[in-house]
């Protein structure tokens, strides 16, 4: 494994770590030249067990040891950038408080018929914004057996640095891919066979509970956007409106919370069976709107 002490804060061999806090270039370096970052040991660990491979190393002389034998369990022996913290900090405008960074090439995105492949319950992230409530959402998504996640045109990166850190590389795990058109794609996700259904506070909306006693074969979960939920054409379009009933005076959950609760509500249950909600009308569930 090639290692490069580092003491130049301008060395262009430094290039996909620099300015990292400027979010244009942090943009640019992921979409256009394929890069992300992953930050920690068990993060990258989870990127390499996905196969996805690294451009390079960015640590100091105290976690090397911990770099040598990762890499080397998977065989492979990209060139690591060492310095001290006091020359990563600037570099990369933040502490590296788990010691190791990782650039790390982009994987080339599935397809929606790909990720969609032998799926039963998937969720769809709507405009979402915040990269750390995006992270929140793979976690529990992998957590609670939710076998794909969808991201429309506009929702945050879910392979952003803090993204993947909050995830805990679940991000790699999960099949995932963004949809080139919203919400024309909850027509693709009916087409597929899926019953869409979106968490609103809307007064149409049924409880999450009523959905749990009668899930569908397939169910497709759309989490709107902090702040203003899931959009007026999305609700539209959907076959459901769900609400995940609250006490307290509080109205509603943060977008990474409700996630949670929504996929355990919906979760497959051994013996239980699934029951197949008839999609075309949202009186299909035997409840009343008033509910929860």
């Known amino acids: 494994m090639p290692i490069i002490p580092i003491t130049d804060l301008n060395d262009p061999r430094l290039a996909d770590y620099t300015h990292l806090t400027d979010a244009t270039l942090r ?14 040991e068990k993060v990258i660990r989870r990127a390499l067990q996905a196969g996805h491979q690294p451009r390079s190393i960015l640590t100091s002389s105290r976690w ?20 001290t913290d006091d020359v990563i900090t600037p570099i990369t405008g933040f502490h590296l408080h788990r010691g190791i960074l990782a650039a790390m090439h982009r ?11 032998g ?11 915040d990269h750390t409530n995006v992270g929140a959402v793979f976690r529990s998504a992998a957590a609670l ?7 429309t045109p506009s929702c945050a ?6 993204s993947v850190r909050v995830s805990m590389g679940t991000v790699f795990q999960v099949p995932w891919t963004r949809l080139a058109r919203w919400p024309l794609a909850i027509a693709d996700l ?19 509970d009523d959905l749990s006693t009668q899930l569908p074969d397939k169910l497709a979960l759309v989490l ?34 409700a996630s949670a609760v929504a996929f355990y509500a919906t979760r497959a249950r051994g013996g239980e069976g699934r029951l197949v909600v008839e999609a075309a009308h949202r009186a299909g569930l035997e409840t009343t709107s008033s509910r929860g």
Request: glycine content about 10%; overall charge negative.
């Open 27 to 40: 943009s640019n370096l992921e979409t256009a030249e394929g890069l992300y970052m992953a930050e920690s």
């Open 64 to 83: 090397l040891p911990q770099v040598h034998g990762l890499f080397a369990e998977f065989g492979i022996d990209p060139p690591v950038f060492l310095g």
């Open 107 to 117: 994987p080339t995105l599935q397809t929606i018929v790909e990720v969609l492949a």
């Open 119 to 129: 799926a039963t319950r998937v969720a769809v992230l709507e405009n979402l914004v």
């Open 145 to 151: 057996g939710v076998d794909a996640v969808l991201v």
């Open 157 to 162: 990166d879910p392979l952003y640095r803090r």
């Open 190 to 208: 009916q087409a597929a066979g899926f019953v869409v259904a979106a968490l609103t506070l809307a007064d149409d909306a049924i409880s999450i």
């Open 224 to 257: 709107g956007t902090e702040g203003h939920g899931v959009s007026a054409a999305t609700a539209r379009c959907a076959d459901l409106a769900v609400k995940i009933p609250m006490a307290g005076g509080v109205d509603s959950l943060n977008v990474a919370a």
